[in-house]
């Protein structure tokens, strides 16, 4: 099946620095990425839509200056934590649909992140 | 908005019981996924079902949709300790290309 890989898997960091997050499909091409962040024991919040050679769509709420996300290749996704404080630590996961699918393909998933500001 | 609700939000039963989880949504859709995660892990596809599928099985899963009800019911059957994680309900009412998941439920299965 398809594979999604996401790295790095936790990172630990000092607040103010900023935190770079890989999201890559293995075996398919992915026009379009989504990362989402979840809480311990809560759901999945979208955050944004990584568009391949576009601008990002993020959803309500999500700071675009603070989440930098780029999708500079049909296969790869970058979500930028900047100036990273406490209150972003949390665990983030990207998804990628087959550019091949229609809206009743699933979305693989990589395995998280989790990320911790000191 | 929250568009999916599952219920229970927890649920811990014996090995060889069967695990019933609930999700209900808000909005119309065109299908409703179930997705499994285990714990600080990314999640794993379990089953899409379409609007116009009213029931579905994979392996020891049997999904039910109930779109009168904007319901789907997730039943797993002769449960094993492999099986305890969470499982969350996945619909794509608020455009295709995006899912909006649900609050999940913790499954326990005990040896």
């Known amino acids: 099946g398809a594979v999604v890989s996401q790295h790095p898997s936790r990172v630990i960091c000092k607040s103010g620095t900023s935190v770079k997050i890989e999201c890559r499909s293995l075996?398919?091409?992915?026009?379009?990425m989504f990362w989402y962040r979840q809480f311990p024991k809560q759901s999945l919040m979208l955050m944004a839509t990584?568009?391949?050679?576009?601008?990002?769509?993020?959803e309500q709420g999500v700071e675009k200056d603070k989440f930098l996300i780029n999708h500079a290749s049909l296969t790869l996704s970058t979500l930028t934590v900047t100036s990273a404080h406490p209150e972003d630590s949390s665990f983030y996961i990207c998804s990628a649909r087959d550019i091949t699918g229609g809206p009743n393909e699933k979305l693989f998933f990589g395995s998280g992140t989790q990320l911790s500001v000191l | 908005s929250q568009q999916g609700e599952e219920d229970p939000q927890a649920l811990s039963i014996q090995e060889g019981e069967n695990a019933t989880m609930n999700c209900s949504y808000k909005t119309s859709i065109n299908n409703l996924q179930w997705y499994r995660q285990n714990s600080g892990r990314g999640l794993v596809h379990l089953i899409l079902?379409?609007?116009?599928?009213r029931e579905k099985h994979s392996g020891r899963l049997r999904v039910t949709l109930d779109t009168s009800k904007k319901s789907s019911s997730s039943l797993i059957t002769a449960s094993r300790a492999a099986d305890t994680a969470s499982y969350f309900c996945?619909?794509?009412?608020?455009?295709?290309?995006?899912?909006?998941f649900g609050k999940g439920t913790l499954l326990t299965v005990n040896p």
């Open positions: 075996d398919f091409q992915a026009t379009t």
């Open positions: 996945a619909t794509d009412g608020e455009g295709w290309d995006k899912l909006t």
């Open positions: 079902i379409r609007s116009n599928e």
């Open positions: 990584s568009n391949e050679g576009s601008k990002a769509t993020y």
